[in-house]
Nanobody, 119 residues
């Protein structure tokens, strides 16, 4: 079973930037889509961005133009560069595999990394 380890979160002021990392286990990393998700306090987990194995990217409207997903297949790692952060971006961020945004299709989750945007 694929394991995910997220890192890079922290406390940042509005307008600031953070870069999240997610290392995934498994030899098929380079051919599977990888996505980022987030869960704010008291809210459902939601999809943020996905990158296919071939490099195609899609983003939620709420982060389009501010966040950039990328990957390093040699390191089995997917990144999320977050710029122009807003307080509403505060959440625990997770990564997972697969093109579908449907959370019901996901297997296990990592521990996530906390992002707090506050002055």
């Amino acid at each position: 079973q694929v394991q995910f380890v997220e890192s890079g979160g922290g406390l940042v002021q509005p307008g600031g930037s953070l870069r999240l990392s997610c290392e995934a286990s498994g030899s098929i990393f380079s051919i599977v889509a990888m996505g980022w998700y987030r869960q704010a306090p008291g809210k459902q987990r939601e999809w943020v961005a996905t990158m296919s194995g071939g490099g195609m990217t899609i983003y939620a409207d709420s982060v389009k133009g501010r966040f950039t997903i990328s990957r390093d297949n040699a390191k089995n790692t997917v990144y999320l560069q977050m710029n122009s952060l807003k307080p509403e971006d505060t959440a625990v961020y997770y990564c997972n595999a697969g093109w579908s945004h449907d959370l019901a299709t996901k297997g296990n989750w990592g521990q996530g990394t906390q992002v707090t945007v506050s002055s």
